[in-house]
């Protein structure tokens, strides 16, 4: 009797890597002739990362080179919430950038459905921030990473633990 393959979906950022792409994001914005006086900056937090600028074609500049940085790094834009631009002190705007970590409920409804709907012989189970694909055949499971793939989620995803 054949044994059971799976793989989990999960949805991670590495932060050391976002962390890397800030750094290089400020030094770009201190070398360029653009931003000379400005006062454009970022700070990352936990969970968000938030971004001052002098006016909005500045933020929009400062997000420009952000995920050109993120890009390079391997880290999908797809990974960001962007909140509203609102204003901040001595005439500035300020945007806050949600980071996304794990799958939430509604796309782990999505994606079960997707799954469900392949007509495929597997399982997928939401496990927290993840989701679990059991199957006997290796080449079903393939098949459901190629569907995800090419599905227009709103998460970046990986697959992991492939047993």
Known sequence: MASESS?????????????????????????????????????LEKDALIIAADDEYKLNAVIDILQSKMIKRGISAKNLDFGKIEPASLGTVRQRLGLKQGIDQENAKKINVLIRDSKLKVKSQIQGDQIRVTGKSRDDLQQIIQLLNNADLPLDLQYTNLK
């Open 7 to 43: 793989f989990d979906i999960v949805s991670k950022m590495d932060v050391q890597e976002l962390t890397n792409a800030v750094h290089q994001t400020e030094k770009e914005i201190q070398n360029r002739y653009d931003f000379k006086g400005s006062k454009s900056s970022l700070k």
